[in-house]
């Protein structure tokens, strides 16, 4: 019995998926400058022709964007998952605010879990730098900065965790994820007690993370949400109360309501 002849791939189809992939893992971000011509070219021990067939290839597909005498740049585009009116719109709503820890609750549970399964030193040395510098936001009491770096974080558990579709869901509600935490933490000054706290919490999520325990991972990053879902929670109940308390108050005095004696 004859066999079809085996195809061999072509070098430009080859440099193309290993673009691709190096997208999806996050070794090339939305937005980055991908190296020069030739040192890519050399990077991948492949002619310039057959790189540059993969690079127009890849920008037909609308991952890569090149710029006249500016380089070639990885779409800014794939880092926008929600669009920019939903955005604006569930950040108008207050009441999907809870909707959103629920849904942190199952994506960054799950990427706690992997990273410290699956992290690797300079996965570790990034969190660590993720964390010092959200700690050194903490000091400066600035919920928008604060905000950014704790999102910063959040994200670099889930590159941590080496799962490129946890990784592109995170990335794609980054902004989201960013005006959520600094709405939180907005509520959270008015608690003193409370923001630290949330630090003591990230630093339990990253040592568990670096010491390998998943299942802790996971359950730390469970007990942070929850502790947010809980203060944002009694605020909207305090709120309640005190508007309960403004219209008793501003009753006009001398009117009585049914059943009063």
């Given at each position: 019995m004859a066999y079809p002849p085996l195809r061999q791939p072509r070098l430009a189809d080859v440099i193309t998926e290993?673009?691709?992939?190096?997208?999806?893992?996050?070794?090339?971000?939305?937005?980055?400058?991908?190296?020069?011509?030739?040192?890519?070219?050399?990077?991948?021990?492949?002619?310039?022709?057959?790189?540059?067939?993969?690079?127009?290839?890849?920008?037909?597909?609308?991952?890569?964007?090149?710029?006249?005498?500016?380089?070639?740049?990885?779409?800014?585009?794939?880092?926008?998952?929600?669009?920019?009116?939903?955005?604006?719109?569930?950040s108008r709503h207050g009441e999907f605010h809870l909707d959103l820890l629920e849904f942190r609750d199952a994506m960054e549970?799950?990427?706690?879990?992997?990273?410290?399964?699956?992290?690797?030193?300079?996965?570790?040395?990034?969190?660590?730098?993720?964390?010092?510098?959200?700690?050194?936001?903490?000091?400066?009491?600035?919920?928008?900065?604060?905000?950014?770096?704790?999102?910063?974080?959040h994200l670099?558990?889930?590159?941590?965790?080496?799962?490129?579709?946890?990784?592109?869901?995170?990335?794609?509600?980054?902004?989201?994820?960013e005006r959520s935490i600094a709405d939180n933490l907005a509520h959270l000054f008015e608690r003193p007690e409370a923001r630290p706290q949330l630090m003591l919490q990230h630093r339990a999520l990253l040592d568990a993370i670096l010491e390998g325990r998943a299942e802790d991972a996971r359950a730390r990053a469970h007990e942070h949400l929850v502790f947010v879902e809980e203060g944002l929670l009694e605020m909207e109940r305090a709120e309640t109360r005190a508007q309960r308390a403004l219209r008793r108050a501003q009753r006009v005095p001398g009117t009585r309501r049914d059943g009063d004696a």
């Open positions: 290993r673009l691709e992939a190096m997208i999806l893992e996050g070794s090339l971000q939305p937005g980055q400058k991908l190296p020069p011509e030739r040192e890519l070219a050399e990077r991948f021990s492949v002619s310039r022709p057959s790189l540059r067939e993969a690079i127009q290839k890849l920008s037909a597909r609308g991952l890569l964007i090149s710029r006249q005498g500016g380089g070639t740049f990885v779409s800014k585009e794939l880092n926008s998952g929600y669009s920019d009116p939903l955005l604006e719109m569930l549970g799950i990427s706690a879990y992997y990273a410290a399964l699956r992290s690797t030193p300079t996965d570790k040395a990034l969190l660590i730098r993720r964390f010092e510098e959200l700690e050194a936001c903490f000091q400066g009491h600035d919920p928008v900065e604060e905000a950014k770096a704790d999102a910063a974080f670099a558990i889930a590159e941590a965790a080496h799962n490129v579709l946890l990784l592109h869901t995170i990335r794609g509600i980054f902004h989201l994820l």
